[in-house]
Protein backbone atom coordinates (compact mmCIF):
# COMPACT_ATOMS: atom_id res chain seq x y z
CA UNK A 1 0.00 0.00 0.00
CA UNK A 2 1.18 3.25 -0.95
CA UNK A 3 1.87 5.28 2.12
CA UNK A 4 -0.90 7.74 3.02
CA UNK A 5 -3.51 5.81 1.10
CA UNK A 6 -6.18 3.95 2.17
CA UNK A 7 -6.91 0.51 0.34
CA UNK A 8 -8.70 1.06 -2.78
CA UNK A 9 -10.90 -1.58 -1.51
CA UNK A 10 -12.29 0.52 1.43
CA UNK A 11 -12.23 3.83 -0.45
CA UNK A 12 -14.81 2.34 -3.33
CA UNK A 13 -16.98 0.60 0.00
CA UNK A 14 -16.72 4.13 1.19
CA UNK A 15 -17.99 6.06 -1.71
CA UNK A 16 -20.79 3.25 -1.99
CA UNK A 17 -21.63 3.86 2.03
CA UNK A 18 -22.17 7.93 1.37
CA UNK A 19 -23.45 8.02 -1.84
CA UNK A 20 -26.16 5.01 -1.53
CA UNK A 21 -28.76 5.85 -4.11
CA UNK A 22 -27.28 8.54 -5.38
CA UNK A 23 -28.13 8.68 -9.26
CA UNK A 24 -24.22 8.38 -10.18
CA UNK A 25 -22.70 6.71 -12.64
CA UNK A 26 -20.59 5.22 -10.60
CA UNK A 27 -18.71 2.40 -13.47
CA UNK A 28 -17.24 6.35 -14.58
CA UNK A 29 -16.83 7.46 -11.41
CA UNK A 30 -14.76 4.59 -11.09
CA UNK A 31 -12.91 4.52 -14.02
CA UNK A 32 -12.02 8.35 -13.20
CA UNK A 33 -11.28 7.66 -9.86
CA UNK A 34 -9.03 4.63 -10.73
CA UNK A 35 -6.78 7.08 -13.56
CA UNK A 36 -5.86 9.53 -10.72
CA UNK A 37 -5.21 6.92 -8.36
CA UNK A 38 -2.95 5.32 -10.94
CA UNK A 39 -1.13 8.02 -12.13
CA UNK A 40 -0.79 9.65 -8.65
CA UNK A 41 0.51 6.07 -7.19
CA UNK A 42 2.88 5.42 -10.35
CA UNK A 43 4.43 9.45 -10.57
CA UNK A 44 5.06 9.17 -6.52
CA UNK A 45 6.79 5.72 -7.06
CA UNK A 46 9.15 6.48 -10.09
CA UNK A 47 9.55 10.41 -8.19
CA UNK A 48 10.72 7.86 -5.05
CA UNK A 49 12.97 5.35 -6.97
CA UNK A 50 14.53 5.85 -10.35
CA UNK A 51 14.31 9.66 -10.64
CA UNK A 52 15.26 9.98 -6.84
CA UNK A 53 18.78 8.75 -8.09
CA UNK A 54 19.26 11.70 -10.55
CA UNK A 55 17.27 14.28 -7.97
CA UNK A 56 14.45 14.69 -11.11
CA UNK A 57 10.84 15.74 -9.76
CA UNK A 58 8.47 13.96 -12.31
CA UNK A 59 7.79 17.82 -14.18
CA UNK A 60 11.45 18.04 -14.73
CA UNK A 61 11.99 14.52 -15.77
CA UNK A 62 9.00 15.34 -18.65
CA UNK A 63 10.48 18.74 -19.36
CA UNK A 64 13.86 17.03 -20.34
CA UNK A 65 12.05 14.17 -21.64
CA UNK A 66 10.37 16.88 -24.56
CA UNK A 67 13.06 18.61 -24.89
CA UNK A 68 15.35 15.52 -25.35
CA UNK A 69 12.82 13.89 -28.03
CA UNK A 70 11.79 17.32 -30.16
CA UNK A 71 15.30 18.58 -30.04
CA UNK A 72 15.16 22.86 -29.59
CA UNK A 73 12.14 23.80 -29.01
CA UNK A 74 10.10 26.88 -27.74
CA UNK A 75 8.94 27.11 -24.29
CA UNK A 76 5.29 27.63 -24.93
CA UNK A 77 5.51 24.23 -26.82
CA UNK A 78 7.76 22.28 -24.20
CA UNK A 79 4.85 23.72 -21.64
CA UNK A 80 1.87 22.22 -23.85
CA UNK A 81 3.19 19.19 -24.84
CA UNK A 82 4.68 18.63 -20.37
CA UNK A 83 0.76 19.34 -19.53
CA UNK A 84 1.79 22.45 -17.37
CA UNK A 85 1.83 26.02 -17.25
CA UNK A 86 4.27 28.26 -18.85
CA UNK A 87 4.39 30.14 -15.62
CA UNK A 88 5.39 26.32 -14.20
CA UNK A 89 7.68 25.90 -17.07
CA UNK A 90 9.62 28.93 -16.13
CA UNK A 91 10.65 27.75 -12.56
CA UNK A 92 11.53 24.11 -13.66
CA UNK A 93 13.59 25.55 -16.67
CA UNK A 94 16.00 27.96 -14.05
CA UNK A 95 16.39 24.82 -11.95
CA UNK A 96 17.25 22.40 -14.57
CA UNK A 97 19.73 25.24 -16.22
CA UNK A 98 21.26 26.18 -12.80
CA UNK A 99 22.24 22.31 -12.75
CA UNK A 100 23.83 22.42 -16.16
CA UNK A 101 20.90 20.30 -18.30
CA UNK A 102 19.26 22.50 -20.15
CA UNK A 103 20.11 26.35 -22.11
CA UNK A 104 17.82 28.85 -23.03
CA UNK A 105 18.37 30.97 -26.00
CA UNK A 106 16.40 33.68 -27.69
CA UNK A 107 14.81 32.56 -30.97
CA UNK A 108 16.70 33.73 -33.84
CA UNK A 109 13.75 35.60 -35.64
CA UNK A 110 11.19 36.74 -33.02
CA UNK A 111 13.18 38.25 -30.07
CA UNK A 112 9.82 37.70 -27.98
CA UNK A 113 9.42 33.74 -28.16
CA UNK A 114 12.56 31.34 -26.18
CA UNK A 115 14.11 28.43 -27.25
CA UNK A 116 14.93 25.57 -25.07
CA UNK A 117 17.94 23.01 -25.70
CA UNK A 118 19.46 19.99 -23.75
CA UNK A 119 23.34 20.51 -23.10
CA UNK A 120 25.60 17.75 -23.28
CA UNK A 121 25.14 17.10 -19.49
CA UNK A 122 21.08 16.78 -20.07
CA UNK A 123 21.91 14.65 -23.14
CA UNK A 124 24.18 12.07 -21.47
CA UNK A 125 21.97 12.04 -18.04
CA UNK A 126 18.70 11.47 -20.54
CA UNK A 127 20.44 8.81 -22.30
CA UNK A 128 21.44 7.19 -18.53
CA UNK A 129 17.96 7.49 -17.07
CA UNK A 130 15.82 6.73 -19.67
CA UNK A 131 16.89 3.05 -19.64
CA UNK A 132 16.16 2.92 -15.78
CA UNK A 133 12.81 4.63 -16.40
CA UNK A 134 11.66 2.28 -18.81
CA UNK A 135 12.70 -0.73 -16.60
CA UNK A 136 10.43 0.75 -13.91
CA UNK A 137 7.43 1.33 -16.93
CA UNK A 138 8.04 -2.28 -16.94
CA UNK A 139 7.47 -2.76 -13.33
CA UNK A 140 4.15 -1.28 -12.97
CA UNK A 141 2.81 -2.35 -15.61
CA UNK A 142 3.99 -5.65 -15.08
CA UNK A 143 0.46 -7.40 -13.81
CA UNK A 144 -0.73 -6.79 -17.50
CA UNK A 145 0.11 -9.05 -20.83
CA UNK A 146 1.74 -7.09 -23.78
CA UNK A 147 -1.65 -6.86 -24.89
CA UNK A 148 -3.39 -5.88 -21.95
CA UNK A 149 -0.58 -3.03 -22.00
CA UNK A 150 -2.04 -1.48 -25.85
CA UNK A 151 -5.42 -2.09 -25.07
CA UNK A 152 -5.19 -0.14 -21.76
CA UNK A 153 -2.72 2.73 -23.71
CA UNK A 154 -5.84 2.58 -26.32
CA UNK A 155 -8.03 3.45 -23.69
CA UNK A 156 -6.30 5.76 -22.00
CA UNK A 157 -6.08 7.86 -25.51
CA UNK A 158 -9.16 7.28 -26.15
CA UNK A 159 -10.24 9.53 -22.94
CA UNK A 160 -7.64 12.32 -23.42
CA UNK A 161 -9.01 12.38 -27.26
CA UNK A 162 -12.34 12.90 -26.06
CA UNK A 163 -10.88 16.08 -23.65
CA UNK A 164 -8.71 17.48 -26.37
CA UNK A 165 -11.57 17.12 -28.70
CA UNK A 166 -14.54 17.97 -27.46
CA UNK A 167 -13.34 19.59 -23.96
CA UNK A 168 -13.24 23.30 -24.64
CA UNK A 169 -17.31 23.38 -26.40
CA UNK A 170 -18.29 20.91 -22.86
CA UNK A 171 -16.65 23.42 -20.84
CA UNK A 172 -18.10 26.63 -22.55
CA UNK A 173 -21.59 24.66 -22.00
CA UNK A 174 -21.39 24.02 -18.26
CA UNK A 175 -19.48 27.77 -17.68
CA UNK A 176 -22.70 29.32 -19.56
CA UNK A 177 -20.24 30.58 -22.51
CA UNK A 178 -18.11 32.30 -19.71
CA UNK A 179 -14.65 32.33 -19.27
CA UNK A 180 -13.47 29.97 -16.19
CA UNK A 181 -12.44 32.15 -12.96
CA UNK A 182 -9.27 32.76 -12.09
CA UNK A 183 -7.50 29.75 -10.41
CA UNK A 184 -7.28 30.56 -6.18
CA UNK A 185 -4.84 28.98 -4.36
CA UNK A 186 -7.39 28.54 -1.49
CA UNK A 187 -6.44 31.34 0.68
CA UNK A 188 -8.10 33.90 1.19
CA UNK A 189 -7.56 37.54 0.86
CA UNK A 190 -6.51 39.23 3.89
CA UNK A 191 -8.75 42.31 5.11
Known sequence: ?????????????????????TPVRHQQMAAVAGIYR????????????????????????????????????????????????KGTLTGVARTLQGRGLLERTTHPTDGRLALLALTPAGETLMAQVFPQFNAEESFVTGPLSD??????ADLLRRIVV????????????LLGGQDPRPRRSGRRPKV
Open 38 to 85: AAATVRQHFENSVLRTVELTWTSFVVLWVVWIRGETETRRVAEEAGIS
Open 147 to 152: DEALDL
Open 162 to 173: QVETHGEDRRLE
Open 1 to 21: MVSGHRPIGDTEKAVQAKLGD
